[in-house]
Antibody
Framework: EVQVVESGGAVVQPGGSLRLSCATF????????IHWVRQAPGKGLEWVCV????????FYADSVKGRFTASRDNYRNSLYLQMNSLGSEDTALYYC?????????????WGQGTLVTVSS | SSELTQDPVVSVALGQTVRITCQGN??????ASWYQQRPGQAPVLVMD???NRPSGVPDRFSGSKSGDTASLTITATQAEDEADYYC???????????FGGGTSLTVL
């Protein structure tokens, strides 16, 4: 069964850093792109970035470019999102999402999310 | 990046047909996918970018696109279809993903 499970969410002070993890199960991670999508409380979905297998790189939303870095460890079937210089606008539930076999932007398997709260 | 525009609120009578739209320049190049999100739950894919329904999604859901507008149509709408619906696509550069602002569907 395909699953993605996020972890690492926490309360962090403004300007601080945090690393989120995404454990994957039931598929070959080296064959798929994985996206991070976030949702601020009471707001809509916002795409954060993609770690793209097909394109061999990572792409970021303008709102996080230069502050967030996505990486993966295919041997551990895991991905990571390093978040630096966090601000209140980064407070959100962060989802790790596996792309559909037809490729992005179709996002097929969503985790339950991990909550990041930026507050002093 | 590009923007995708959705009507914030749409209502439909039980058993009737409703169309939820998503408009944006990038849709002239790329197709849209659609997601359903119920309160307190993670989003669920209901229509892929080739307008195919994932396994388990009822056949009353269908997708289409014309010009710069993609649509998700629900026929014979059921009470359990009440949820937020989001479209997404690539932006015009092809290197980012954009989401619409979401449509809150109320079933009367």
């Amino acid at each position: 069964e395909v699953q993605v499970v996020e972890s690492g969410g926490a309360v962090v002070q403004p300007g601080g850093s945090l690393r989120l993890s995404c454990a994957t199960f039931g598929f070959s991670l080296d064959k798929f792109s994985i996206h991070w999508v976030r949702q601020a409380p009471g707001k809509g979905l916002e795409w954060v970035c993609v770690d793209s297998w097909a394109h061999g790189g990572t792409f970021y939303a303008d709102s996080v470019k230069g502050r967030f870095t996505a990486s993966r460890d295919n041997y551990r079937n895991s991905l990571y999102l390093q978040m630096n210089s966090l601000g209140s606008e980064d407070t959100a539930l962060y989802y790790c999402v596996k792309e559909h076999v037809i490729g992005w932007p179709t996002l097929e398997y969503w985790g339950q999310g991990t909550l990041v709260t930026v507050s002093s | 990046s590009s923007e995708l525009t959705q009507d914030p609120v749409v209502s439909v009578a039980l058993g009737q047909t409703v169309r939820i739209t998503c408009q944006g320049n990038s849709l002239r190049i790329y197709s849209a996918s659609w997601y359903q999100q119920r309160p307190g739950q993670a989003p669920v894919l209901v229509m892929d970018a080739q307008n195919n329904r994932p396994s388990g999604v009822p056949d009353r859901f269908s997708g289409s696109k014309s010009g710069d507008t993609a649509s998700l149509t629900i026929t014979a709408t059921q009470a359990e279809d009440e949820a937020d619906y989001y479209c997404n696509s690539r932006d015009t550069s092809g290197s980012q993903v954009v989401f619409g602002g979401g449509t809150s569907l109320t079933v009367l």
